[in-house]
Each structure stands twice: as C-alpha cells, then as structure tokens.
C-alpha cells in the first residue's frame, strides 16, 4: 500500500469518504477498505503519526483526561492493546471515527 497524501485528512477523504456516516454510526472497526488490516494501519499511522498525536492530545485535554493513555484506556477496543502494531491500529481507527464524525456533522 502507498499513501501519497500529505495529511491524514486528506488521505480519510480520497480512500474512506463515502463510508464516513457508517464509520461515524458504527465505528472503524467494522470492516472498511484499508482500515480492516493491522499491516494496513500500521502504515496509515506510520505516515501520519504526529498528526494522529496531536489529535488524541488535543482531545484528550479537552476531554478532560490527565494524558492521551487515560483517554485511550475508555476506548471501546482498548483490549486489544497488546503490541505496538495493535496501538497503532487503534490510533487510526480513533483518527477515522474523529475525521468521520466532524464530516458527518458538518464541522
């Protein structure tokens, strides 16, 4: 897989646009294209790791949250944390929801 976008932004709206509402409805990790593989996701977050960071912190100190680990332990698949390929995922799938969701909502 080769990602040319600059931005995760701009790669959510060429590759998962049109499955924004359902990604925003029922999560990232029900099975959409270039988000169902870790070997996938890993290289999403690889390519926008600090822009995916800068998201959670941001969120995380809005949301209230001491750091960016207390916000991630209350996602609904934080079990599945248990490498740092599975975070990575995480993270992404955490990116799609945020970007879907400010779609969808006209933000």
């Not at 169902?36 to 890993?42: D, G, L, P, S």
């Not at 996602?75 to 945020?98: H, P, Q, T």
Request: with cysteine; hydrophobic share 45%; glycine share 4%.
């Amino acid at each position: 897989m080769i990602i040319r976008s600059k931005s995760f932004q701009n790669w959510f709206k060429t590759n998962l646009k049109e499955h924004a509402e359902d990604i925003a409805l029922h999560g990232a990790d029900a099975g959409y294209p270039y988000i169902t593989y870790t070997a996938h996701t890993v290289k999403i977050f690889d390519k926008f790791a600090d822009e995916i960071w800068e998201m959670a912190v941001e969120d995380a100190e809005a949301m209230g949250y001491k750091n960016v680990a207390a916000m991630i332990a209350e996602f609904g698949r934080s079990d599945m944390l248990s490498s740092i390929d599975s975070f990575k995922n995480l993270m992404v799938w955490y990116a799609c929801e945020k970007f879907a969701q400010q779609l969808t909502d006209g933000n």
